[in-house]
């Protein structure tokens, strides 16, 4: 307990500043919601079996109230000059179960690692592309259960589509964020970006489908608020 409170004590120091945390939500504002595209799985009996329900693309996934699922909220500016930041050592992790990327939108850190699991036992690739990074394209057999791709790969950031060459419905993003202070929505559109060093902010929410918006935030001691409305 002491030694917790004197640690916390010695990083307000060494940062000159408290830590807050940017909380909010990021919501749809849409004339009409395009319905979900159905997945059809049929070509592959493998994946089929592994859904007792429809599966929908997660392009845009909105909950009843319009709020936002797989929104990337991150810090793009506002940070001190010259500011240098330290990739995570563990990597960030996706997943491929029912023959889909989950989550649909995972970030990392440039320079942190991406372990990649294949909970199916089938075929995928992980298949990455971006234009700052070099392109990946690495098959997984049924029997390799999990990979890591190293930070190399995510050397510079960038959004970077996701697929796998073997289910053609198969997408996702991987973003990869200039410094860790990032957040994907989650079902009710909600998002926490946690221990951002007070400071001002623009602060970005992004979706493949409803575009980008940015706003300034401030960040204090206490929990900073942020609303993101995106407009198609
Ligand atoms: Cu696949």
Redesign the pocket.
Known sequence: MKGSYLFTALLIAAQGSYAGSIKGVVKAQLTSVPPAAAVKMADDPTCMAKHTKPVSEEKLVLDANKNVRYAFVSIKSGFPEGQVFRAPVEPALLD?SG?MFAPHVVGVMAGQGLKVLNSDGVL?NVHLMGKANREVNKAMPAFTKKMVLPGTNFAKPEIMALK?D??PW?AGYVVVAANPYFAVTAADGSFEIKDVPAGNYVVEAWHEYLGTKTQNVQVGDAIATATFTLAK
Do not use: E
């Open positions: 491929q023959c995928h796998c073997a289910h198969m």
